[in-house]
T-cell receptor, first 111, second 115 residues
Framework: DAKTTQPPSMDCAEGRAANLPCNHSTISGNEYVYWYRQIHSQGPQYIIHGLKNNETNEMASLIITEDRKSSTLILPHATLRDTAVYYCIVTRGGTASKLTFGTGTRLQVTL | EAGVVQSPRYKIIEKKQPVAFWCNPISGHNTLYWYLQNLGQGPELLIRYENEEAVDDSQLPKDRFSAERLKGVDSTLKIQPAELGDSAVYLC?????????????FGPGTRLLVL
């Protein structure tokens, strides 16, 4: 599975959009980009995933560049409850898909 | 819909004692995963089950760790004997197991402290 690179930490003011970048320059054509987050003392929470096209759900939007070498997770209106570690993971689909978690980005949402 | 259930949430034991963790996956999910998360790090896969078969246990330290998934539903992860370095969070996850885009859903984890 392709390796990802994320900034170790970011700050965001409450109510503003949080844009979390991820580089995955060695991604293969059949690999998905997944985003999870982990709030303190909880298990990782699935946010969103995509293959080529941009995706949006009730939690966030995922923007994948045309060459698929990078992506951005967007939380449109961050709240204090969005403070967490965000993990960008690239993996093949299927039951053998292995989630390789790096150290992620620690997002701190402030008043 | 209930999520992945794990118990206990917290466990404190003395070294050399045995310990067991239990996981009940989301109903209908055929694939079950156990992960280990050390402090300040991301989770790491220990073992993956497809139904009752362990299809990937390459990262499971088999000298002291064992796991089972009887009847392809609930699963138990055991450590015997526990060592100080086993202090960590043990996470269980499940996915549908039907191929394609397999999204894994995680439980809250069991936090183990070995004294």
């Amino acid at each position: 599975d392709a390796k990802t690179t994320q900034p170790p930490s970011m700050d965001c003011a409450e109510g503003r959009a949080a844009n979390l970048p991820c580089n995955h320059s060695t991604i293969s054509g059949n690999e998905y980009v997944y985003w999870y987050r982990q709030i303190h003392s909880q298990g990782p929470q699935y946010i969103i995933h995509g293959l080529k096209n941009n995706e949006t759900n009730e939690m966030a939007s995922l923007i994948i560049t045309e060459d698929r070498k990078s992506s951005t997770l967007i939380l449109p209106h961050a709240t204090l409850r969005d403070t967490a570690v965000y993990y960008c993971i690239v993996t093949r689909g299927g039951t053998a898909s292995k989630l390789t978690f790096g150290t992620g980005t620690r997002l701190q949402v402030t008043l | 819909e209930a999520g992945v259930v794990q118990s206990p949430r917290y466990k404190i034991i003395e070294k050399k004692q045995p310990v067991a963790f239990w996981c009940n996956p989301i109903s209908g999910h055929n694939t079950l995963y156990w992960y280990l998360q050390n402090l300040g790090q991301g989770p790491e896969l220990l073992i993956r089950y497809e139904n009752e078969e362990a299809v990937d246990d390459s990262q499971l330290p088999k000298d002291r760790f064992s796991a089972e998934r009887l009847k392809g539903v609930d699963s138990t992860l055991k450590i015997q004997p526990a060592e100080l370095g086993d202090s960590a969070v043990y996470l269980c996850a499940s996915s549908l197991g039907q191929g394609g885009e397999e999204t894994q859903y995680f439980g809250p984890g069991t936090r183990l402290l070995v004294l």
